[in-house]
């Protein structure tokens, strides 16, 4: 959770606001949309791996900026019964691998079987 301290000068007070890191207010509980968890790697389902093929500096230059300042924006996953897939951050994802990193930040939403049908076609 981040917390922004705003220091305006002459008749204002100080005021802080904070947020989760999906932009939900703190405080405020999730009603059904996607949330953002850290989930480890082994446990995320990359279906069209075989598929595609990573540009390897593009994964460097990710590594680079993980290892300073972390991932900056998470992963996209569709949680189908308990089961974690990830179609999208494919670089990302091989950022975390190379750097040993057990686990990613996940921006999950719950789908059903119909919608993971969808995203294989």
């Known amino acids: 959770m981040a917390s922004l301290l ?4 002459i008749n204002f007070r100080n005021f802080s606001v904070s947020a989760s890191s999906n932009g939900a207010p703190s405080g405020v509980p999730q009603q059904g949309g996607p949330v ?3 989930i480890p790697l082994d ?3 990359r279906p069209l791996m075989r598929t595609r093929v990573n540009d390897q500096q593009k994964v460097k230059d990710l590594m680079d900026s993980i290892a300073q300042i972390g991932l900056q924006v998470p992963i ?3 949680e ?3 089961v974690y897939y ?6 990302r994802f091989e950022a975390h691998q190379r ?3 057990p686990t990613i930040r996940c921006k ?14």
């Open 80 to 82: 189908v019964d308990g």
């Open 99 to 101: 750097l040993g990193l």
């Open 6 to 9: 705003l220091r305006v000068p």
């Open 86 to 91: 990830g179609f999208s951050g494919c670089h």
């Open 108 to 121: 999950v939403r719950r789908g059903t079987k119909e919608t993971l049908r969808h995203h294989l076609r």
């Open 76 to 78: 996209d996953v569709l």
């Open 36 to 38: 953002i968890v850290q």
């Open 43 to 45: 446990k995320i389902r």
